[in-house]
C-alpha cells in the first residue's frame, strides 16, 4: 500500500465547489488504476485547511495513473476547479504503509 496526502487551503465560501471537485476526480477514475480510497478532510482548527488522503494499491500503480491518457482529458475540467477554489499550490506528501490494521 501507498499513500498520498494532499494539503491545500482552500479560499473561503468554496464548500459546495469541494464537493464538485470531489464528484469530477470520481467521474474520471478508471476500474484499473489501483485506487483503494479516498478521503477528504478538514481541519478542525483551522477550516481552510483540507486534507485528501489518498490509498493506492502501490506507489508504481499510483504513477502509472497520474501518466493515464484516459484521465488527462478530464484533469483539465478538475485543474480548473482547483484554480478557482485553492488558495495556492498544494503540498503532495508521499508515505509508504509500515502497517495497517482495522479494527475489531
Known amino acids: 500500500m501507498w499513500i498520498q496526502i494532499i ?3 482552500v479560499k473561503t465560501g468554496n464548500d459546495e465547489a469541494l464537493l464538485q471537485l470531489e464528484d469530477q476526480l470520481k467521474a474520471i477514475e478508471q476500474p484499473d488504476s489501483g485506487l483503494v480510497r ?4 478538514r481541519d478542525q482548527k483551522d477550516p481552510n485547511t ?16 497520474e501518466a493515464d491518457p ?9 485543474r480548473k476547479t482547483m484554480m478557482e477554489i485553492f488558495d495556492g499550490p498544494p503540498e503532495f506528501i508521499d508515505l509508504v504503509v509500515v502497517s495497517e490494521r482495522t479494527a475489531g
Open 7 to 9: 494539503k491545500t487551503r
Open 38 to 41: 479516498t478521503a477528504v478532510a
Open 50 to 65: 483540507v486534507y485528501m488522503i489518498v490509498t493506492f494499491e502501490s506507489e508504481e500503480k499510483a504513477r502509472v495513473r
Open 70 to 78: 484516459r484521465r488527462q482529458e478530464g484533469l483539465a475540467g478538475v
